[in-house]
């Protein structure tokens, strides 16, 4: 299991890195084999931040990210080695993806050169085949050939082959086909309920709600860096909790568009803010600020487990744990 | 002094600027359409694609050339090339192909062994440079951090020391410098831009998603480097040699031609300083500072080309289109 404990990620800014930027704030949430999670939010929530932490690509600030038990931020050598064996990533730009000056297949050397070494080049070709087979690419067709030769959803299935060749068990799914056209976007998506039902787990990174609720079991709603709520998909989906889910929701069937149009609507009123008088479902339950200890191990993490499963955030966080929106409903 | 010094400066970019309009790219190679489907490795590839760039094999050519002459020279002048062994001052003939100085030297002898400690200068200082500045600036932008902010402060304390200064200093307690010792000073004090571009380079293409992918490989940081990150830029790495390279040389004359250089042997700048020194402008002997400066140009000029070239055969974007 891949477990987040209260992630919070801080970027230096500015000039000689003089401002601090909460791009991640206490997060928490965990990841099983063979589950789809997606995780929401607009651009700039963190949304990418978090998975590059999961994948170790970027050390936390703050709380931990374990794998079955074991921080990752203390691994080392083999060990980080084998922990790549298991956790894998696919991002959102495939060209950025592939050395430009080397043909395509020069990914599957590199896993070739640090987990193969052993096994023969029939061997190595068979897997190979079998991996490019279940993501159904044709190995004659991307083999051999640069990647600007090749189109974005052929590279991004080149990555997710690669992820099969090793043993993957989580995959971070950063926005994968939000760079592609229409018609290989269904295959990709497709290929990833493969990989669930091959027993993946999968954190499915996106910023379009109907791709999240149509291929994942829970969902997660993130804001400036806060998960605002969390919970089975349908549950999420169907009773959302937090008026910020609210207003998603609600905006989507409308515009059925993607989120560039939701977020401008939404910023044209300098961002979404909580309506004057929005009872704060999170004050109410936890009414100290979530300082008591036992919230199903997420004590100070500013969620509230109203209903099994399904946590909620405050309203409009403050950075001292009280509920900015609270004044406004007392007013 | 004021004609030679000029003409190695501006007669560069008109040398650079000549083969650019040579159509380059031999075929632009549609895919597939080449007789030999077989994948090629990627260093025989851009041997392939090299041989078959007008602007590398000028480039190349020229700069063999003179390096043929640096090594076989010597085998049929041999003996002291400053021996007063000629009539004075007599312009080129069949006996004295670059004339004589008006001591009576042989000028081919002198240009042929000065040659030869160019390109030594050239490939030790400027070989010297690129290492330092290299492995600076890769550890540098790769790393970040602390060691970024360490490594920095070096360059820039190196950077503000005047090579010159140094020299100046250098000539003070060492009386005798051979052409190695020059070399080596300039190699030790040139390398800090270099270090700063690459570092930059590396910075820029470590945030690349292909380099988390690396990591994600479980790839070593020294290798991803190497491997990933260099080969990127190795057009650029290359300019970068050969920029140091071509500025040991163009360095290296300046500081011969102001009486800094080597206490010992010869080197084209030497051969300028000598020339002017005893007034060769003026008495018309233009066979004695003509062939040095002439050739320092030429050596930095093709370097220049030669470099333009390899960056269309290092990137293959640029090779289809
Ligand atoms: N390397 C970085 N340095 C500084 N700020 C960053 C960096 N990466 C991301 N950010 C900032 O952190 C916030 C979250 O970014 P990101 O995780 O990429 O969001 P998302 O993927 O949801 O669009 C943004 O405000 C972004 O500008
Ligand atoms: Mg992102």
């Known amino acids: 299991m891949l477990t987040l404990e209260r992630v919070s990620k801080t970027y230096k800014v500015g000039l000689f890195g003089g401002t601090d930027l909460a791009a991640v704030r206490d997060v928490s949430f965990s990841l099983q084999p063979g589950e789809v999670i997606s995780l929401i939010g607009e651009s700039g929530s963190g949304k990418s931040t978090i998975g590059k932490m999961i994948l170790r690509l970027l050390a936390v600030n703050g709380g931990a990210i374990t794998h079955d038990g074991t921080d990752i931020a203390t691994l080392r050598g083999s060990a980080l080695r084998s922990y790549y064996r298991t956790v894998q990533g696919v991002f959102q730009d495939p060209f950025s993806s592939f050395n430009p000056i080397f043909k395509a297949d020069h990914v599957f050397g590199l896993i070739r050169g640090v987990y193969f070494g052993s096994a023969s080049t029939a061997e190595w070709e068979r897997k190979l085949n079998d991996a490019l087979e279940a993501v159904t690419l044709d190995p004659g067709q991307v083999l051999h050939k640069y990647p600007h030769q090749l189109s974005g959803g052929q590279l991004q299935r080149l990555l997710i082959a690669r992820a099969l060749l090793l043993d993957t068990r989580y995959l971070v799914a950063d926005e994968i086909i939000s760079m592609l056209d229409a018609s290989t976007r269904i295959d990709v998506l497709n290929l990833l309920g493969d990989l669930k039902a091959r027993g993946l787990g999968i954190l499915f990174i996106t910023h379009d709600l109907s791709l999240g609720n149509y291929i994942s079991e829970r969902t997660v709603i993130l804001r400036r860096g806060r998960i605002v709520e969390m919970g089975a998909t349908a549950a999420v989906f169907g009773q959302p909790l937090h008026p910020y889910t609210r207003m998603l929701i609600a905006s989507v069937p409308r515009l059925h568009e993607k989120w560039g149009q939701i977020d401008a609507g939404v910023r044209a009123g300098s961002g979404w803010a909580p309506a004057p008088g929005e009872r704060c479902l999170f004050h109410a339950a936890v009414p100290d600020g979530g300082a008591a200890a036992d919230l199903a191990g997420l004590a100070g993490s500013g969620l509230a487990e109203l209903e099994a499963g399904h946590f909620v955030g405050c309203v409009a966080p403050t950075a001292d744990g009280t509920c900015g929106g609270r004044s406004a409903s007392a007013a | ?321």
């Open chain 2, 1 to 321: 002094m004021t004609t030679r010094a000029p003409s190695a400066g501006a007669q560069t970019p008109d040398v650079v600027q000549g083969p650019q309009g040579v159509p380059t790219v031999p075929g632009a190679v549609p895919v597939g359409g080449r007789p030999d489907p077989r994948p090629m490795s990627r260093r025989g590839e851009i041997l392939y694609f090299a041989l078959r760039t007008k602007k590398v094999i000028i480039g190349l050519t020229i700069i063999a050339v003179f390096l043929v002459l640096a090594l076989i020279g010597p085998i049929i002048r041999p003996g002291d090339p400053d021996a007063l062994i000629g009539p004075l001052g007599a312009s080129p003939s069949a006996d004295w192909w670059f004339g004589t100085t008006s001591f009576g030297q042989d000028i081919f002898a002198q240009f042929v062994y000065s040659l030869g400690s160019t390109f030594l200068v050239g490939a030790l200082g400027g070989g010297i440079a690129a290492i330092i500045g290299m492995t600076v600036g890769f550890v540098a932008g790769y790393r970040g951090g602390w060691i970024d902010e360490v490594l920095n402060m070096i360059t820039n304390v190196v950077l503000v020391i005047p090579t010159l200064a140094l020299l100046l200093v250098a000539a003070a307690y060492l009386s005798a410098r051979g052409v190695v010792v020059e070399a080596l000073f300039i190699g030790f004090t040139s390398w800090p831009w270099a270090a700063r571009a690459i570092r930059a380079q590396t910075f820029s293409l470590r945030s690349r998603e292909f380099v988390n992918l690396a990591r994600m490989s479980g790839v070593k940081g020294l290798r991803i480097v190497f491997g990933e990150i260099a080969p990127n830029m190795s057009s650029y790495l290359f300019l970068t040699f050969i920029l140091l390279f071509g500025g040991a040389i163009l360095i290296a004359a300046t500081l011969d031609f102001i009486g800094l250089g080597p206490t010992s042997g010869s080197s084209l700048g030497l051969m300028m300083y000598d020339a002017v020194a005893w007034s060769a402008l003026q008495l018309g002997l233009w066979w004695w500072f003509i062939p040095p400066g002439v050739a320092i140009t030429a050596i930095v000029g093709a370097l220049y080309i030669t470099n333009v070239g390899l960056d269309e055969v290092f990137n293959p974007k640029l090779r289809n289109t």
